[in-house]
């Protein structure tokens, strides 16, 4: 990107006050020069395009690995608590179905009334609600997605850096290392 510039470290290629206009007239009577730049991805700053220091495509699939994975971790984490919602909303209709108080009558319509202990037999199935149990097989579907992209993620993440340790070590045997 061509930008007028007002000083320019010759050694790094960092670039200093860069004009953000359009006024040329203005940048040329304060002395500044018309040049490519380009921003770096690692420290923001501005450089000559040529010198501009940048990262590398595996540091950027790494990032990206990375990134995905906590992302992945937080996902899980959010399922992991709906999940427990919604097994606790079955829990508690079919805890309550087999829970239930003493049954009162009354037998001549006064208001002296008999308990009687709940017949077990006779009271029906709880009944789930069916939208806890499809959420909660839907939240478990998710988090074995999740978990499957999770390792796969893991395992080029550690074959990544495997191959960079290799590469590493090429380098220092082959005595290829510049200093």
């Known amino acids: 990107m061509l ?6 470290d010759e050694k790094t290629g960092l670039v200093k006050g860069i004009g953000q206009g359009n006024n040329e007239a203005v940048y040329i009577k304060l002395g500044m020069q018309k040049v490519d730049i380009k921003q770096s991805d690692i420290d923001g700053n501005w450089y000559l395009a040529n010198k501009c220091p ?3 495509e595996e540091v950027k ?12 971790k937080a996902e899980l984490e959010e399922i992991d ?11 508690l209709v079919a805890a309550s179905a087999f829970c239930q108080p003493a049954m009162t009558y009354s037998i001549d319509g006064s208001n002296n009334t008999q308990t009687l202990p709940i017949d077990t037999l006779q009271t029906s199935v709880p009944v789930f609600n069916p939208e806890d149990v499809e959420k909660l097989t839907e939240l478990e579907k998710q988090a074995n997605e999740l978990r499957k992209e999770l390792q796969e993620l893991e ?18 045997s082959d005595d290829k290392i510049p200093f």
């Open 54 to 56: 940048m990262k590398s």
């Open 61 to 72: 699939e790494q990032e990206k690995r990375e990134t995905r994975i906590a992302k992945i």
């Open 81 to 91: 608590k709906q999940s427990q919602r919604s097994s606790r909303a079955i829990a």
């Open 155 to 172: 395992i080029n993440t550690s074959k990544a850096l495997q191959t960079a340790q290799e590469n590493a070590e090429d380098l220092i």
């Open 3 to 8: 930008k007028y510039v007002q000083s320019i």
